[in-house]
Structures are given as structure tokens and as C-alpha cells.
């Protein structure tokens, strides 16, 4: 069966205007033109279609999508098969949110205390979703799947008074970070060498990050954009800061740990 642009939008659920767009920039184009010039879309498109907004629902970006459909090595089973373990995560926590928000609900309505592991069951499985979907991959290709998982666990399995003072660390090295950066501090001085100390601190409360792999770290916090933002947000140069600071003390560890 073959489609024009209105009918496989009404059927897909997206706009003809976007079906046009996906044509122009080469990400969806039509299977062949009818005599009267129209776009007509075949099965073929119709399943490119489909994971091209399967892949939009993850948040991937167009030109990512673009490169992996028109990767000869693309294989639609194993595709297909990523997409549902992704929306399975998505759904365990939207769920586990839920759950959080209506055992908070309840709790309020009857007016009897509720423990504070509860009330972050929802907030750190939404948290270590989201690290996956940003760092996830990243992670487990530079150190593994079985460090990422245990530091996954750490984080779900963390009571509400240790999350509680992990995230106020957090807090104090941005805060640290923003004061060192507008006074000049020096990276390998003092106050770097607190900051670097602190941020070795916050990352053991959820995992056993060796020297090298605190160093391969830091070096992400410039080389990648999103670490940049996160600390950058703090002052700008706070991530080229921090990267510094920590490569400072863990070269400073190997040189003390030498014969």
C-alpha cells in the first residue's frame, strides 16, 4: 500500500510539514512521485518512518538518526529490540515517580509520617534514567558494564540522609568551584587540591573510581560539552577548573606512589 504526505501523517500522527522536512534534509524520502507529482510512501518508508520516530521518542537527534538508519550495518530487529528496553526504563521510572508522588499523597491525606527512603525512591531512579540516557553510553564503553551498574545500584539503594548529603556536596562543589574560579585560584594550589578531595569524596558515594579512572573523568568535564554545561553553570571556567584541580592530584598520587 502506498501513502501520500497527508495520509501517512495522519496515520503516523506527525504533520505534513514534517514528512517534507524529512525528505528535504534526506531522512525520509518518498518512494517514488505519482504522475501528478506527489510524494508516495511504500512499505519500505512506512517501517523507516517508524523508527525514525521511535528514535525522536528516545530523544535522539535528527542527524544521529540519519546516520544510523543509513548505516549498512543498521539491523532493525536489534534496533527495535533497544527501543523496547529503553521504553521499558522509561516506563519502570515513570512508574517508580508515581508511585512516589501517590504514597506522598496518601501519607499527607491520612496525616501519618512517611520514611524518608520513600520519599526519594521515585526522585533517584528518575535521576540514574537520566544518566543513562545521557552519559550511559559513554560510560559503559570507556569503563564497563559492571561499574555502571554498581554505581546505579549505589545510588537506588542510598537512604534518604546519604542522598540527602550527596546531593549537598554536589551543591558545595559547584559553590567551591564558582568562588575558586572568581578569586584565581590556582588548580594544583590549595583550595584546587580541597575541591579536587571533595569531588573524589562525592564520587565514592557511588562508585570505587581508581586515580586513572578519576583522571579519565576530569579530562570528559572539557572534551565534552554536557559536562562543560553542567559545571560551567556554576561560573564560567568552573568544568577547565575542576579538570585541572583533579589532574593536579591524581598525577600528583602517581608521582608519591612511584619507587
Same mark, same amino acid.
Request: charged share 25%; hydrophobic share 40%; proline share 4%.
Given at each position: ?20 522536512? !524529512? ?22 518508508? &512506512? ?14 537527534? /535528527? ?21 523496547? /528496553?529503553?521504553?521499558? +526504563? $522509561? ?9 512516589? &508522588? ?5 501519607? =499527607?491525606?491520612?496525616?501519618? %509520617? ?7 525512591? +521515585?526522585?533517584?531512579?528518575? /535521576? &540514574? ?13 570507556? !569503563? +564497563? ?21 550527596? =546531593?549537598?556536596? $554536589? ?5 567551591? /568551584? ?16 580541597? &575541591? ?15 586515580? $586513572? ?22 561560573? %564560567? ?14 598525577? =600528583? ?5 612511584? %619507587?
Amino acid at each position: 500500500m502506498e501513502y501520500t504526505v497527508q495520509a501517512l501523517a495522519k496515520l503516523a500522527g506527525v504533520s505534513p510539514r514534517t514528512l517534507r522536512w !524529512y525528505d528535504h534534509i534526506g531522512l525520509l524520502a518518498p518512494g517514488r512521485r505519482g504522475e501528478n507529482g506527489y510524494r508516495l510512501y511504500g512499505p519500505k518508508e &512506512v517501517d523507516r518512518l517508524q523508527q525514525v520516530l521511535f528514535y525522536r521518542a528516545l530523544g535522539v537527534e /535528527l542527524g544521529e538518526i540519519k546516520a544510523l538508519l543509513d548505516d549498512p550495518a543498521f539491523d532493525e530487529t536489534a534496533a527495535l529490540q533497544s527501543h523496547l /528496553l529503553a521504553l521499558q +526504563g $522509561e516506563q519502570k521510572r515513570l512508574a517508580a515517580l508515581i508511585h512516589t &508522588v501517590e504514597a506522598t499523597l496518601a501519607a =499527607k491525606e491520612r496525616r501519618t %509520617p512517611m520514611k524518608d527512603e520513600q520519599k526519594f525512591e +521515585g526522585l533517584k531512579a528518575q /535521576l &540514574v534514567a537520566e544518566n543513562e540516557k545521557t552519559h550511559g553510553k559513554e560510560a559503559r564503553t570507556r !569503563y +564497563g558494564d559492571a561499574p555502571v551498574d554498581a554505581a546505579n545500584a549505589r545510588l537506588l539503594n542510598m537512604s534518604g540522609e546519604v542522598h540527602t548529603q550527596w =546531593k549537598a556536596m $554536589e551543591e558545595e562543589i559547584l559553590t567551591r /568551584l564558582a568562588a575558586a574560579v572568581a578569586a584565581g585560584e590556582d588548580p594544583a594550589g590549595p583550595e584546587g587540591e580541597a &575541591v579536587a578531595a571533595l569531588h573524589a569524596q562525592w564520587l565514592a558515594f557511588v562508585g570505587d573510581y581508581t586515580p $586513572e579512572m578519576r583522571a579519565g573523568l576530569a579530562r570528559l568535564y572539557t572534551a565534552d560539552e554536557r559536562f562543560s554545561a553542567y559545571y560551567d553553570k556554576a561560573a %564560567p571556567g568552573a568544568a577547565a577548573f575542576l579538570t585541572a584541580a583533579i589532574l593536579a592530584q591524581t598525577e =600528583k598520587g602517581e608521582e608519591t606512589s612511584k %619507587p
